[in-house]
């Protein structure tokens, strides 16, 4: 069987469970509907589902367990810690095989044209970050438009809006910095490997963050918003930040509660939802929303 069988089969078992618990009879029957869908064989017997089992712990952090007494149900017992990665990279496989299996998908399945500079540059930083080399290169920054010359230790890709970053050790300064893939040129990859260890939690260092940016702030906002009904509908099925939580949701409206840094990306999205959004807390960031809308109003009066 083809590599991207397992890895698509693997993938819907996943899905599977986290509907809910199943026998084995279950999800046999869900990969046999699936098969047809996909016009692949991805019917298996139990022993193999065992050794699938095995297999999706092992690269993608699913703890898949059977209930022994009772209905011998299959559940997921633990997750990875960060859930959203794993599945990201199977809903990503799962498209990108739905599209190769599909005729004449361009005609039915519409992308979006427009696409960020910089993802040339993914499969070499994804290297260097691995095995520990620096990089060099030339670096535009777009407030200025000055060109500067950087040597980095690299140590991780974080995707924000649309686009990607290295988040990387400037070797000048010894400080963590992001750098726009789109604005990064001539990269050099090093060949020997650098030695400082770093134990930056990358994960943490982003967790109260929209986008990519921190500002230096050490710690998180509560932030209360309040949105017309149908916005709610679409805050609630696509969360605003990973912090969500909803604290009414009724016909009325959907208000949320956010831990987050309130820095210019921030501001940015939350003057996108126009009159369907209102900020109820904090004072300050209603006031700096209110001087904003009044600027813009000036514009046109």
């Given at each position: 069987?083809?590599?991207?069988?397992?890895?698509?089969?693997?993938?819907?078992?996943v899905k599977r469970l986290e509907r809910g618990p199943a026998t084995f009879q279950d999800i046999?029957?869900?990969?046999?509907?699936?098969?047809?869908?996909?016009?692949?064989?991805?019917?298996?017997?139990?022993?193999?589902?065992?050794?699938?089992?095995?297999?999706?712990?092992?690269?993608?952090?699913?703890?898949?367990?059977?209930?022994?007494?009772?209905?011998?149900?299959?559940?997921?017992?633990?997750?990875?810690?960060?859930?959203?990665?794993?599945?990201?990279?199977?809903?990503?496989?799962?498209?990108?095989?739905?599209?190769?299996?599909?005729?004449?998908?361009?005609?039915?399945?519409?992308?979006?044209?427009?696409?960020?500079?910089?993802?040339?540059?993914?499969?070499?930083?994804?290297?260097a970050i691995n095995e520990k080399k620096s990089l060099a290169f030339e670096y535009t920054k777009?407030?200025?438009?000055?060109?500067?010359?950087?040597?980095?230790?690299?140590?991780?890709?974080?995707?924000?809006?649309?686009?990607?970053?290295?988040?990387?050790?400037?070797?000048?300064?010894?400080?963590?910095?992001?750098?726009?893939?789109?604005?990064?040129?001539?990269?050099?990859?090093?060949?020997?490997?650098?030695?400082?260890?770093?134990?930056?939690?990358?994960?943490?260092?982003?967790?109260?963050?929209?986008?990519?940016?921190?500002e230096s702030q050490t710690e998180p906002a509560t932030v209360r918003l309040s949105f017309s009904?149908?916005?709610?509908?679409?805050?609630?099925?696509?969360?605003?930040?990973?912090?969500?939580?909803?604290?009414?949701?009724?016909?009325?409206?959907?208000?949320?509660?956010?831990?987050?840094?309130?820095?210019?990306?921030?501001?940015?999205?939350?003057?996108?939802?126009?009159?369907?959004?209102?900020?109820?807390?904090?004072?300050?960031?209603?006031?700096?929303?209110?001087?904003?809308?009044?600027?813009?109003?000036?514009?046109?009066?």
């Amino acid at each position: 069987m083809p590599k991207e069988n397992y890895l698509s089969r693997y993938s819907h078992i996943v899905k599977r469970l986290e509907r809910g618990p199943a026998t084995f009879q279950d999800i046999a029957l869900y990969l046999e509907k699936q098969s047809e869908i996909e016009d692949i064989n991805l019917v298996i017997s139990q022993r193999t589902f065992q050794r699938d089992i095995k297999e999706i712990y092992t690269m993608f952090g699913y703890d898949i367990q059977n209930e022994q007494k009772g209905d011998k149900r299959y559940f997921i017992a633990d997750t990875p810690d960060q859930k959203q990665h794993p599945l990201r990279l199977l809903e990503s496989y799962q498209i990108m095989h739905a599209l190769q299996n599909a005729r004449g998908y361009e005609k039915v399945v519409l992308l979006e044209k427009r696409r960020p500079k910089g993802i040339e540059h993914f499969t070499g930083l994804l290297y260097a970050i691995n095995e520990k080399k620096s990089l060099a290169f030339e670096y535009t920054k777009f407030e200025d438009d000055i060109v500067t010359k950087r040597v980095v230790h690299p140590l991780a890709l974080k995707e924000a809006q649309g686009r990607w970053y290295l988040i990387a050790v400037d070797t000048k300064d010894n400080r963590l910095k992001t750098f726009g893939l789109d604005r990064m040129d001539g990269i050099d990859i090093h060949k020997s490997i650098f030695k400082a260890k770093y134990n930056y939690d990358l994960n943490e260092y982003f967790r109260h963050a929209f986008g990519i940016n921190t500002e230096s702030q050490t710690e998180p906002a509560t932030v209360r918003l309040s949105f017309s009904y149908e916005q709610g509908q679409y805050i609630k099925s696509y969360p605003f930040h990973e912090s969500q939580q909803i604290l009414v949701d009724n016909e009325n409206g959907v208000e949320v509660e956010l831990a987050i840094y309130i820095t210019w990306d921030f501001i940015k999205e939350l003057l996108s939802f126009g009159p369907n959004m209102k900020v109820l807390y904090p004072n300050s960031l209603k006031t700096k929303l209110k001087e904003l809308l009044t600027k813009t109003l000036k514009q046109y009066s």
